[in-house]
């Protein structure tokens, strides 16, 4: 009762004008700590090992339940995409400033957008590499929890390349300890790996949604690919041997990888268990099962002839088909190409061109002392985690006795 009188103090204080961005930061994320551990401590009886957000390593330095290695996350501790956990601390900031795409998808149509809605491929407004390193400097002072920096169109990273490399070098240069992430369709991937290893980007999503070119000459009408362009079976072919080239290249470089895949019924839905096969084998970390987004609105493909989307307990039966193969995204937002904030609070509309300082200044500080705060009240939480598991399991009846006792 203490906490919650406390939070709810610290809640009015940081409402007021001036309040400081930091500390209204904090009090978020400090709600946020408390009510995860509340929901755990609860429940301790249920398990006697947690690996919060199924990435925690355990007290030997291994990880918990996926086996995930120490250096992998030391990786994706902070990476709001790639740990369940990280994305109620960490912020991510898609830049879009790729618009060229050179395939196109069933589902897909970047002219369309709409500033109250979240799906991947669409933003408000196109920058240049210039605009996005100010967006990102501006962006690095004010929210503090920023970890990520990515570009996730609206085209593909990939083949936009000269704008995607012209972004983040200067990032990377400016801001060192942002991690650099990009998304693509994974036709130009290949070409791409050697100078994603030379800039230091150490995270990579790819979509795939097929590895039976018949089933992608359902998704995919056509791809444009070295000067040229396939249709029919041809272009899933060679789309399908590029994704998987591409996703074997990274895994061989240490660059971790995310696979989207849209869930499509009567298209790929059960196909996709031999997609995920197909990446795990060849090293995918995560798999992230997301639901088709396609309204006649939108002028898509799908959407103007009627597909309809997978409903929730569809997308949640795949999900569960498909946990312990790999990694499964279960908090996945859809995101715009234009993004900013935590997955679960978006702030894109507080930091547009026109709301830009001149010249943004960075303070490294803040970021610095913020991320303090945050190990902090991780290592806390995982004790007081650990301690309400190790209540939980002494008090069951068929505990043996001493459970808990200290050595």
């Known amino acids: 009762m203490l906490e919650k009188r406390c939070f709810s103090d610290w809640h ?33 009886h249920k398990s006697e090992a947690t690996n919060f957000g199924g990435y925690g390593p355990s007290s030997d330095g291994s990880s918990v339940s996926t086996g995930i290695d120490p250096a992998t996350y030391e990786k994706i501790k902070d990476h709001p995409c790639f740990s369940r956990d990280a994305h109620r601390n960490y912020a991510r900031l898609h830049l879009a400033v790729a618009p060229a795409c050179n395939i196109q998808c069933n589902y897909c149509n970047r002219k369309y957008d709409c500033a109250n809605e979240s799906r991947p491929g669409v933003a408000s407004h196109r920058l240049t590499p210039d605009q996005a390193l100010r967006k990102t400097m501006a962006v690095a002072s004010e929210v503090p929890q920023l970890s990520v920096v990515g570009i996730a169109g609206p085209g593909d990273a990939c083949y936009d390349w000269d704008k995607t490399k012209a972004t983040l070098i200067p990032i990377a240069r400016e801001i060192p300890d942002i991690k650099l992430c ?149 908090h996945c937002r859809h995101c715009r190409s234009d993004a900013i904030g935590l997955l679960s609070y978006d702030r ?60």
């Open 12 to 44: 009015r204080l940081a409402r007021r004008p001036g309040f400081p961005a930091i500390y209204w930061s904090i009090v978020m994320f400090r709600g946020i700590v408390m009510r995860r551990v509340a929901r755990i401590a609860p429940a301790a």
């Open 348 to 407: 894109a509309r507080e930091f547009t061109l026109a709301q830009l300082p001149a010249e943004p200044t960075y303070d490294k500080e803040k970021r610095r002392a913020f991320r303090q705060l945050i190990e902090r009240e991780q290592r806390s939480q995982i004790l007081q985690a650990g301690d309400a598991i190790t209540a939980g399991v002494s008090a069951r009846p068929d505990a043996p006795p001493n459970v808990g006792a200290g050595k």
């Open 182 to 330: 990009v998304s693509t369709n994974g036709l130009a991937l290949p070409d791409r790996v050697e100078e994603l290893v030379d800039m230091n980007v150490g995270h990579v999503t790819i979509t795939v949604n097929m590895v039976d070119p018949n089933i992608g000459t359902k998704i995919y009408p056509w791809i444009f690919y070295q000067g040229r362009h396939y249709n029919g079976i041809e272009a899933a072919k060679i789309l399908h041997e590029r994704q998987m080239l591409g996703l074997e290249m990274l895994t061989e470089r240490g660059i971790l990888t995310k696979v989207n895949s849209v869930v499509i019924p009567g298209v790929n839905d059960e196909h996709l268990i031999e997609v995920n096969k197909w990446v795990k084998d060849r090293g995918a970390l995560v798999h992230n099962i997301m639901p088709l987004i396609s309204k006649a609105s939108h002028g898509t493909f799908y959407g103007l002839n009627g597909q309809r989307s997978a409903a929730p307990f569809e997308l949640t039966a795949l999900r569960d088909r498909l946990e312990g193969t790999t990694e499964v995204m279960r």
